[in-house]
């Protein structure tokens, strides 16, 4: 670390920056980092103190006035190069010329860059090495880091093990609120690692420009007012007719526009081509489109997010014009190959459509993207006729099979090719019958849970692993928005934080299947959707609430409940008598469900971050989180604050309170909480420790039995009246990681169960559905689904409805 301690203090000297500094910007045609005598200057190109821009003369060499503010001289690579060494020099005493050799590039038209944030480590994790080989395998651009490098370990260890070398593309970085740290000022250990903490560059048609946080741990030497008048320099000296993308820790702007605004001064950014801001800080994945322009917020690559988003980092793509392009997507980390046939499954037992077989395959590389999935039958030991599957999501491939004349065990076998050339094999056996199955349904399962108390208890048994009788795809990826039931209809929501093409709601013949309609939404619904009365709601990250007719899928009504919303919204929703409560934090509102008019709104608190907690009702009480803020408790009829827990063990939480015979049961951390609704009493509190309740799960609550899913092991059975651990039923490790921190291949489980029978029934984030018996956790059945389950089970008649992250909807009898 001396070399970086040494430039940070040779930065500081009084003698820096005390008279013009000269050099020149040459095409480093060899890549020995060293002018020759034949490499050429270049002309036109800009070069910046931090303050003033300047164009490179004819023959590459450049002028810049006396600033003793100034500690770098940057170059802007222009499209067609990249850095050679670096995009900046230390101004140091001495010092008689700033040279910048420029190396060319393959990145002069359309292209891909990569964006990681928040990583917040000194740890070498299977990120770095995601990175790193999907870059091998991938053209890639550049990959920047918005920040959060994390104090002082985590700046030394990216300063070392996370560069351009070490990468195999340019890197750059900007600077977080926690990489502010103790020094001379805040920005000054940053700067003896990364260099300046604001600067431009240029790849294709787009002019980006990365910006320093405005605060953080330690207060900044620089002010917005004093970035903003280099934005304005830097704009002055560049193509008009650039696109521009912004790098930033945080979002510079809520509002409605994308104006910088500093003192008085401004910069309308819309005037210069803006097309996307792109941050981390939150660490969430959200996207969000403000007057035309797109932000984007990153998760983090290396945990889950703070609002459950999944570890990834994210590929954005731009075209030739310098526009974001639809192929942008998140690459979820750690996943080092997965193949699995979910449609037949294992031992399935199906009965063909029409002399056809509906076929779904999940298949999935962190490093590289699948680009053909066939299936072939199995004859005699010998391949077959075979098919090649369509992309459905960026995790599911469908098509059919012509099954012909077959009956009995079926043999088949399926294969995916990667863009990196490798390819994933296997084998599947199956049996077909002529007999279909079908289900009776029952009554609607409205809320999760299937009532606002989240009972999550259903009549039948599904001691043996039920038969398959329907699956759909929905053309986007599901989170944690369960399926409900209602009028013989079933209604779930997807995601596309990356492009908001693919945000849905979508109802489907809960008897056959056969989609019915679908409606777009305005962003992601990311958490629980309520039916009642025949009418859908979802309530969508960006906190707008939608109406729709559950026949038609038609627009009853909707309400903008903050249209300046960061966190996102994920608070679940719950419908009890005709009144909708939706929303989070000081926007937490609760609705006539026939109009959307307003009947009360809380006024009694804001703040937090976004939860994956769904409102809770009963007891004349409305249950309402604020992760890394508490649990809240307002009356129902006039929504006045009864009571509020925010000690350590209650604020930082995901899960949902559950209501069971007249008071609350609740995991928090790594406690088990009984309260009472009204007065807010907390009744008993007993630690387990070792576990920790993290995930998003509302328990499951019997007269014996507590149900609890936890972030690192499994399933957890309680003794009601003592809460002591019954049994405890772990799963496998998560696919990828989503529980907020959590980073070790935990056996994660985000859904809430549901109890048929004698089953407890759950999905789990390593892709498998289980039915374990619900008094000793024993093992009964499971089915590989291929991909992590966030949404949790509905159940109407003999019917069980699952969904996962890759999109697929299935239908299952039980009894």
């Known amino acids: 670390m001396k070399r970086p301690l040494l430039l940070a203090a040779a930065f500081l000297l009084p003698a820096m920056a005390s008279a013009q500094l000269h050099g020149t910007v040459y095409n480093d045609a060899n890549r020995n980092g060293v002018r020759d005598a034949a490499e050429k200057g270049m002309a036109n190109i800009s070069v910046s103190d931090g303050k003033t821009v300047v164009k490179t003369a004819a023959d590459g060499s450049f002028e810049l006035p006396a600033n003793p503010k100034a500690r770098f001289v940057t170059v802007t690579t222009p499209s067609g190069f990249k850095p050679g060494d670096a995009h900046y020099l230390p101004i140091e005493p001495g010092t008689s010329a700033y040279d910048f050799g420029l190396v060319a590039s393959n990145n002069s038209g359309s292209f891909d860059f990569i964006h990681i944030t928040d990583t917040e480590t000194a740890v070498p994790k299977e990120w770095i090495d995601n990175l790193k080989a999907y870059v091998a395998a991938n053209p890639t651009a550049f990959i920047v880091h918005t920040g959060d490098i994390c104090y002082t370990p985590g700046l030394e260890f990216h300063g070392v093990n996370v560069r351009t070398k070490q990468m195999g593309v340019p890197m750059y970085y900007t600077i977080g609120n926690h990489d502010l740290v103790k020094g001379d000022y805040g920005e000054q250990y940053f700067e003896s690692f990364f260099g300046p903490t604001w600067y431009s560059f240029e790849v294709g048609n787009v002019h980006f420009l990365a910006l320093p946080m405005l605060g953080g741990d330690y207060a900044p030497s620089y002010s917005k007012k004093q970035v903003m008048e280099w934005i304005k320099n830097d704009l002055a000296q560049t193509d008009p007719d650039k696109k521009v993308i912004m790098f930033n820790h945080d979002l510079w702007f809520q509002g409605d526009d994308v104006v910088l605004r500093a003192d008085g001064d401004s910069i309308d950014m819309k005037k210069h081509n803006l097309v996307a801001f792109i941050y981390g800080h939150w660490h969430s994945q959200f996207t969000k489109e403000v007057d035309g322009v797109k932000t984007f917020c990153g998760s983090t690559p290396d945990k889950g997010g703070i609002d459950h988003s999944p570890a990834c980092f994210r590929v954005f793509s731009v075209d030739a014009e310098g526009n974001i392009s639809d192929k942008t997507l998140a690459r979820y980390s750690n996943i080092p190959g997965l193949l699995t046939m979910t449609f037949p499954a294992q031992h399935d037992t199906l009965s063909t459509v029409n002399g056809s077989l509906p076929i779904r395959v999940n298949a999935y590389r962190t490093t590289s993207p699948a680009t053909a999935v066939r299936v072939s039958w199995i004859d005699n030991g010998k391949k077959g006729r075979a098919v090649t599957l369509e992309p459905q999501t960026d995790w599911s491939w469908s098509g059919t099979l012509a099954v012909g004349n077959r009956k009995g065990v079926q043999q088949v076998i399926t294969e995916a090719d990667f863009a990196d050339g490798s390819r994933l094999i296997e084998h599947r056996n199956f049996y077909l019958t002529e007999t279909p199955a079908t289900v009776t349904l029952g009554g609607d399962w409205a809320n999760l849970g299937g009532n606002a108390q989240h009972s999550g208890i259903a009549q039948g048994e599904v001691a043996w692993a039920p038969r398959c009788v329907w699956s759909q795809n929905a053309g986007g990826n599901i989170f944690m928005a369960s399926p409900v039931v209602g009028d013989g209809k079933l209604f779930i929501a997807t995601i596309d934080d990356d492009n908001l093409k693919k945000c ?145 063990k209650i604020r930082f939480r995901d899960g949902s309170p559950t209501i069971y015979d007249g008071m609350i049961y ?53 003794d009601r009246l003592t809460f002591k651990q019954v049994w405890n039923y772990g799963t496998r490790p998560a696919i990828f990681y989503s529980v907020p921190y959590f980073q070790d291949f935990q056996c994660s489980v985000e859904t809430s169960p549901v109890l048929i029978g004698g089953t407890l029934v759950f999905g789990a984030s390593d892709g498998y559905l289980y039915g374990v018996n619900a008094e000793t956790g024993r093992f009964q059945w499971k089915r590989n689904l291929g991909a992590p389950i966030f949404s949790s089970p509905a159940v109407s008649g003999n019917a069980l409805y699952v969904s996962d992250f890759s999109g697929n909807i299935y239908c299952f009898k039980i009894n």
């Open 504 to 648: 849905w709601v979508i109802a489907y013949d809960a008897a056959t299947g056969n989609e019915l309609w679908r409606f777009k939404t305005g962003n992601s619904v990311k958490n629980s959707l309520v039916y009642n009365d025949g009418l859908v709601y979802v309530c969508d990250a960006a906190m707008q609430v939608y109406a729709l007719d559950a026949a038609t899928g038609k627009q009853q009504w909707t309400r903008t409940l903050n249209p300046y919303v960061l966190p996102e919204n994920l608070h679940g929703l719950a419908i009890e008598n005709g009144v909708l409560y939706a929303g989070q934090g000081g926007y937490f509102t609760a609705l006539n469900a026939k109009d959307g008019s307003v009947i009360w709104k809380n006024e009694a608190w804001g703040g937090g971050e976004g939860t994956q907690s769904t409102t809770t009702v009963g007891e004349d009480v409305v249950l309402v989180s604020a992760h890394w803020n508490g649990l809240f408790a307002h009356d129902l009829r006039d929504g006045k604050l009864l009571w509020k827990k925010q000690d350590s």
């Open 666 to 718: 609740l995991a928090s951390s790594d406690e088990l909480f009984l309260i009472n609704p009204r007065s807010g009493d907390v009744l008993k509190s007993v630690s387990q420790p070792g576990v920790s309740f993290n995930s998003a799960c509302a328990p499951v609550v019997t007269d014996k039995m507590v149900y609890v899913a936890t972030a690192d092991k499994g399933v957890i059975a309680y």
